[in-house]
């Protein structure tokens, strides 16, 4: 089965930069999308298309796709952004997946 | 404004079906689909499945107990899962498809099912 792995944790300092990873065997063919979950909210998109930004979503998040690895980078990140995030992806038939979550801490 | 109301809570007994409803407001609900998320309790996000007009797409996992649907004539996204099991217990999560961006770029609320005897 399609699988996209992530790291289970990072933590940080105010200000610095977080980079999460997602990868997987096929994921240069597929989009990457992310989402950022707070305790006890519903998701909230933060990049889609492996880069690209929702409306009203800080500068500061930003996305890449190298290959078989897609990355979400928090530049200068706040204690605000503390939160779960999820990769997400396809795989060739159209079906949906998402990462296992990382646990992002800034403290 | 654009939202997705969710129903409520649910408890239901193992063996059990659970009937999830998503109402779409602020938008025109027949030019997106509705994709459905599940969380367990501290676990990850789930993806159960999609519905866009007619066609439907359903994970692995659990696509021989599950149906989605959708009313039109009331904006509603139903979800309707079968032979429910304690490894249901979830949050279930409701999320618009843009079909073009291939983006869940709104959420419900989340309903709470719990399976217990």
């Known amino acids: 089965s399609y699988e996209l792995t992530q790291p289970p944790s990072v933590s940080l300092s105010p200000g610095q930069t977080a980079r999460i990873t997602c990868s997987a065997d096929?994921?240069?063919?597929?989009?990457a999308f992310w989402y950022q979950q707070k305790p006890g909210q519903a998701p909230v998109m933060v990049i889609y298309?492996?880069?690209e930004r929702p409306s009203g979503i800080p500068a500061r998040f930003s996305g890449s796709n190298s290959g078989t690895t897609a990355t979400l980078i928090i530049s200068g990140a706040q204690a605000e952004d503390e939160a779960d995030y999820y990769c997400?992806?396809?795989?060739?038939?159209?079906?949906?997946?998402f990462g296992g979550g990382t646990k992002v801490t800034v403290l | 404004q654009v939202q997705l109301v969710q129903s409520g809570a649910e408890v239901k007994n193992p063996g059990a079906s659970v009937r999830v409803s998503c109402k779409g407001v602020?938008?025109?609900?027949?030019?997106?689909?509705i994709t459905w998320v599940r969380q367990a309790p501290g676990q990850g996000l789930e993806w159960m499945g999609w519905?866009?007009?007619?066609?439907?797409n359903y994970a692995q996992k659990v696509h021989d107990r599950v149906t989605m649907t959708t009313d039109t004539s009331t904006s509603t996204a139903h979800m309707e899962l079968r032979s429910l099991g304690s490894e249901d217990t979830a949050v279930y999560y409701c999320?618009?498809?843009?079909?073009?961006?291939?983006?869940?770029?709104?959420w419900g609320q989340g309903t709470m099912v719990t399976v217990s005897s």
């Open positions: 519905i866009s007009g007619s066609h439907t």
């Open positions: 602020g938008y025109s609900f027949t030019s997106y689909g």
């Open positions: 096929v994921l240069s063919k597929q989009y």
């Open positions: 997400q992806s396809a795989d060739s038939s159209g079906t949906w997946v």
């Open positions: 999320a618009r498809v843009n079909v073009m961006w291939q983006t869940f770029d709104v």
């Open positions: 298309r492996d880069k």
